[in-house]
């Protein structure tokens, strides 16, 4: 008869394997892999259910047990493991693993009521820099770049798909459901959090070649490679449409350091089980400017607007910026590659490069201002 040692080594065994094939991007295998793991693991766990004088070994195997059947997305089951394993006297570290593992279980059941799961492929997001501390940020620092790099996905998703950009009206809500992104809790040192993309289960749903959401990564984190190289005619070859390029050149700018409260912004995946690691050190001071938005207005005036930007117009693709003093105020045509940069700054205090030609006034840059 197997014994309960043995059952958690066979199990181990199993649970390392998959790992390797879920890294490798063979989640089918991995799943299998999984699967076996969490049987023999569960069987080994029940074997101890009434012995509540072998701790930690008891609540250990319990923890183990639990998370295999949430990488499984049994989450039922887990829920129940983790219950089973506090209701023993574990050890104060493994009742807090266990407590912090029931909540991710609530998040995989809020994913499967909700036709969702996530995506075995993550990136992790991390800030160093002179706001950033022991697992702590700069929440506008953070955000700022967070919220540019959700409209980057959806924007990369869309041309990936094939679909012609979107110069006006919401966000195609298949999209959006397909590309969701959900955070890990931050960590500490650099300030990191691992970003993983939400997407639906539904069989009817055939948007999909290959892993789309793998290529989606991917083309970002290639992308702002290329940016941080100064390789922008190689990323113009592979986006090949002007308003998607302009778009991902102007969203990358504004995840860029400053140099001072961010000096870097990290990019990690792993892919064929090697990690590959994008270290974004450009400053935004670095950009030039939308040098197509300057020929469209031949030989205007260009300068500066210092002020809050307070009203868009998506149909006419403008926006209205009213100055410091309050007692003037622009209006400025977006080109269509600028529009979602737009978007993060609504009600900041921003600068703004524009140009003029005559009464026509037309933008090539915009910033948050942080003076």
Same mark, same amino acid.
């Given at each position: 008869?197997? /014994? ?221 490679? *290329? ?27 504004? *995840? ?13 995946? /792993? ?39 307070? *009203? ?60």
């Amino acid at each position: 008869m197997i /014994t309960t040692k043995q059952m958690h080594r066979e199990a181990m065994k199993y649970a390392q394997d998959a790992f390797v094939a879920k890294q490798n991007g063979d989640d089918a295998t991995a799943m299998v892999l999984y699967e076996k793991a969490y049987q023999l693991e569960q069987e080994a766990a029940l074997s101890l259910i009434g012995t509540f004088d072998k701790e930690p070994t008891r609540s250990v195997l319990f923890r183990s047990a639990a998370s295999l059947a949430y990488e499984c997305g049994k989450f039922k089951e887990a829920e129940k493991l983790v219950s089973q394993g506090l209701a023993g006297n574990p050890p104060d570290e493994i009742a807090e693993e266990l407590r912090n593992l029931f909540e991710d279980i609530n998040l995989g059941r809020h994913l499967e009521v909700n036709n969702l799961k996530i995506s075995s492929t993550e990136l992790q997001f991390s800030l160093t820099g002179n706001e950033v501390g022991y697992g702590i940020v700069n929440s506008d620092e953070f955000l700022d770049r967070y919220k540019t790099f959700e409209l980057l996905t959806y924007r990369t998703a869309e041309r990936r798909l094939r679909r012609p950009y979107r110069t006006a009206g919401r966000l195609d809500p298949e999209i959006k459901h397909n590309f969701q992104p959900y955070l890990s809790i931050p960590r500490a040192a650099s300030f990191a959090v691992t970003i993983r993309l939400g997407y639906s289960d539904s069989p009817q749903l055939n948007m999909f070649e290959g892993n789309m959401i793998q290529n989606v990564i991917d083309d970002i984190v290639s992308g702002i490679d *290329m940016i941080n190289n100064g390789d922008e005619e190689k990323l113009k070859e592979i986006i090949q449409d002007e308003d998607y390029y302009q778009n991902f050149i102007s969203l990358s700018k504004n *995840m860029a350091p400053d140099g001072d409260k961010i000096k870097q912004v990290g990019f990690t995946i /792993t892919r064929n089980g090697e990690e590959f690691k994008v270290g974004y050190t450009r400053q935004k001071n670095e950009f030039g400017r939308n040098s197509d938005s300057e020929k469209l207005n031949g030989e205007g005036e260009i300068f500066i607007i210092e002020g809050t930007l307070r *009203m868009a117009d998506a149909d006419k693709n403008r926006i209205k910026i009213i100055n410091k003093s309050g007692e003037e105020s622009f209006m400025i045509e977006v080109p269509e590659g600028l529009s979602d940069i737009v978007k993060v700054f609504w009600d900041d205090n921003i600068k703004a490069t524009v140009s003029k030609k005559k009464k026509h006034i037309r933008l090539i840059d915009i910033e948050k201002d942080k003076s």
